[in-house]
């Protein structure tokens, strides 16, 4: 298995975008649990690293930025749903010359917003109007 990332570690922003939109959904729906998960989702991806290889994280491809666009699938903290089943998801930009990883977006598949139903061209879409970011 090729390995994407440094084993280092990153620091993890979350981009305002991601606050300004889907964020505030988290929060409304699970208050107190959404600060947890938070900060379990920022100690994860300090070491993106160790996720590579699991379940939880898609390398989707190099960006036309020369960085990574990656899919990270998280649950919330204090419910009994794993990771992949919760249809919470991040889009991250990893950048391994800054050891940065961006978040991008964070949202639940609820919050997609196209008449197919289809999350990946739906999130590509809106990362490429909001960030020009795009597969290469």
């Known amino acids: 298995m090729r390995q994407n990332f440094i084993n280092k570690k990153y620091v993890v922003v979350f981009d305002d975008y991601s606050h300004g939109h889907y964020i505030c959904d988290f929060e409304r729906k699970y208050k107190k649990h959404w600060i947890v998960t938070k900060e379990s989702i920022e100690q994860s991806l300090e070491r993106i690293a160790n996720l590579s290889g699991t379940s939880l994280i898609d390398v989707i491809c190099k960006s036309n930025k020369g960085t990574y666009l990656v ?66």
């Open 71 to 136: 899919k990270f699938d998280f649950k919330v903290a204090k419910t009994n749903v794993s990771a992949k089943t919760s249809g919470n998801r991040c889009i991250l930009e990893v950048c391994n010359n800054t050891l940065v990883v961006r978040i991008l977006l964070v949202y639940s598949k609820d919050n997609i917003r196209r008449s197919d139903g289809q999350e990946t061209l739906w999130w590509k879409e809106c990362i490429n109007e909001e960030f020009n970011l795009c597969c290469c």
